[in-house]
């Protein structure tokens, strides 16, 4: 009911979300699918109407009394899940310089997502692809926005992830390897990044723990990965004290 007011109006998501005055929109559709009733959903970032989540749902068409609990339950399980997706949306808005990196960097997370829900579900070549698109969508968001930060630092992210299609050390530490420099590289641009610190430490730690290089350059790597860290852990501190 809360929608009532807009059901009948040929609008964008985003000029909805305006009027209704939400961040995030629900809207899906009901088909009967053989002797069921299927309700397909979607949740939408309300000011660009970015999909952040699809569904479905599939009752027996004689059990209808269930359909309306079972569908609330399922997806308000699912907006508590995305409602930290959408956040960091909004707020990746407000830091990009422009419309279309951001954008690129909005569908980049949602391949990441994907990625994630891929690998729960054991598709290797799944989460492969996933990973790969998030990679071109950060390639150009890179090119749409050179002076921003964020998409290196996804790049980070999804470099340091696709460490489980890793088949050999070498494989591993070529993963690694081009996590610290898209996290080098978001460093240069924005020096007090916590994420790309993070995607850093974490990434020579591991590389580290491999022990798949000699003595002396491990030693190093250790030291590197632990002074990352302490660096890391120091500027969520002060970020924190900030916002106190």
Known sequence: NGARTVRDIDASPDSLAAILGVGTLVDGTVDRAGNNIRVSYRILEGQSGVPLFRGSLDWPSDDLSSVSSGLAAEVGNALREQIGVEVRLREGRAAAPNSAAWLHVARAERSIADAAKALREGDGEAVSDAFDAAEAELTSAQSSAPEWAEPLVLRSQVAYERY??????????????????????????????????EWRGTALYRRWLLQAEDEDVLDNVFENARDERLVEALTVLQCSHERL
């Open 164 to 197: 489980v299609l890793a088949e050999t050390g070498e494989d591993f530490l070529a993963t690694m390897a081009d996590a610290v420099e898209h996290a080098s590289g978001a460093l240069a641009l924005e020096p007090d990044n916590p994420a790309a610190f």
